[in-house]
């Protein structure tokens, strides 16, 4: 049985980062494939699970190329930003304004007439 490091599976799996290691435990606990651990912080797999992780992400992915996803394209589609809280105020500002706004409940007066008087001002 030949154990293989996580740094060479990191390399199959194309993974950039600074800890490429911990980023390859964390995907075969996500399928539930079982490593080897060899002392502290040293984690080995053999072939078949390293088959099988490929395996269980061939039929759980949605696409084909997922096991080329870098660890960073990993975590940008979980963690989308939503939009700021200053650009939903503007939008619903805006939503507020295109609204008809309705006929006003204050009494008007009758002082739109007004009467000319002939010859104007004098001063």
Do not use: N, W
């Amino acid at each position: 049985m030949l154990l293989v490091p996580l740094t060479e599976i990191a390399d199959r799996l194309h993974y950039d980062g600074t800890d490429r290691e911990r980023s390859v435990r964390r995907l075969f606990a996500k399928y539930s494939v079982p490593i080897v651990k060899r002392g502290r912080g040293r984690y080995f797999v053999t072939e078949k699970q390293y088959e099988a992780l490929i395996e269980a992400m061939t039929i759980c992915s949605p696409s084909d190329g997922a096991a080329k996803i870098s660890t960073s394209a990993g975590r940008s589609v979980s963690g989308s930003k939503r939009g700021s809280s200053r650009s939903i105020l503007a939008a619903q500002i805006a939503e507020t304004l295109q609204k008809p706004i309705g006929q006003s409940s204050k009494r008007k007066f009758d002082t739109k007439c007004f009467t000319v008087l002939e010859g104007g001002r004098t001063a």
